[in-house]
């Protein structure tokens, strides 16, 4: 058990990437708090997760709600007592051009994955250097964190901004012992992903086959989507490094697209 007895909190975990995050952190021992819009959406994958409820706890976080987030790290720390990992990995996609994007879904996009990143940093890291026993902190990029892709603008924007912090983070943690990394996946088959192979069609005028074969998963080495799995293993890899050499930087687990 790589993870045993961490307290790990992730956010966007009731879906997707978030939630096989927190199927193996649990499967490795981990305590998990999984953070999500609304009570209800937390506490239906805390029921599948662990029915029990002895290891996790469903947390109703927006994350761009700063007492929202204060409170629910209190919660976190009520019931395990500390956080050793954060991953800010709730996130949206909303596609456009940019001549075409309303500032309203800008605004919305960055204030998701940029104000909630460094809200929920901010609450952890408040917990992390008082333990005095180190932590890490993991940001869910994207191969749109190195590079852009037509429609995506807010989404290549933020995913770039994720790895200025997580540097930032990397800096003034290393005193204490928290470490802070990114993960850059390439495209994975979430309902974030599946709702944007129909929009893309439209807009590019495409079809949906092509979208995923010339767009999607074009420069990857084989064709082949990674998986909510692949990323749960690189965030496990993270989370249990033992020291500080690992700070700072961001992986790319994407098939090969886009090669460092
Ligand atoms: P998903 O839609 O399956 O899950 C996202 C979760 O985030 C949902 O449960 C949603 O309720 C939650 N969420 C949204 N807004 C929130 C908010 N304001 N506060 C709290 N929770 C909120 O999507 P996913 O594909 O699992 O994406 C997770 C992360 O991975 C995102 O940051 C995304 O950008 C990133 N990512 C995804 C892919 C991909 O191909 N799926 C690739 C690279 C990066």
């Not at 961490?6 to 009731?14: E, P």
């Not at 990437?17 to 649990?26: D, P, S």
């Amino acid at each position: 058990m790589k993870l045993k007895d961490k307290v790990a909190v992730i956010t966007g975990a009731a879906s997707g990437i978030g939630y096989e995050m927190a199927r193996t952190f649990l499967a490795e021992g981990a305590k998990v708090a999984i953070a999500d819009l609304g009570q209800h959406r937390a506490d239906a994958a805390v029921e599948k997760l662990d029915p029990s409820g002895h290891n996790t706890i469903g947390v109703d976080m927006n994350v761009t709600d700063e007492k929202a987030v204060e409170k629910g790290m209190k919660t976190v720390v009520d019931k395990f007592g500390k956080i050793d990992i954060l991953i800010s990995n709730a996130g949206v996609q909303i596609v456009n051009p940019i001549d075409e994007f309303k500032f309203s879904d800008w605004q919305k996009l960055l204030s998701i994955h940029l104000d909630g990143a460094f809200l929920t940093t901010r609450e952890a890291l408040k917990y992390m250097y008082k333990q005095g026993t180190g932590g890490s902190v993991i940001y869910m990029g994207s191969v749109h964190s190195k590079l852009a892709s037509p429609l995506k603008a807010p989404y290549v924007t933020a995913k770039h901004g994720l790895i200025g912090l997580c540097k930032a983070v990397a800096k003034e943690g290393a005193k204490h012992g928290v470490r802070a990394n990114v993960i850059c996946p390439g495209f994975v088959r979430t309902p974030l992903v599946d709702k944007q192979i129909p929009e893309q069609a439209k807009e590019l005028g495409i079809s949906e086959e092509k979208v995923v074969s010339d767009v999607m998963l074009k420069d990857t080495v084989d064709g082949e989507f990674t998986t909510t799995q692949d990323v749960a293993q690189t965030a496990l890899f993270f989370a249990s490094f033992p020291s500080n050499a690992l700070t700072g930087q961001s992986v790319v687990v994407s098939h090969g697209w886009y090669m460092q």
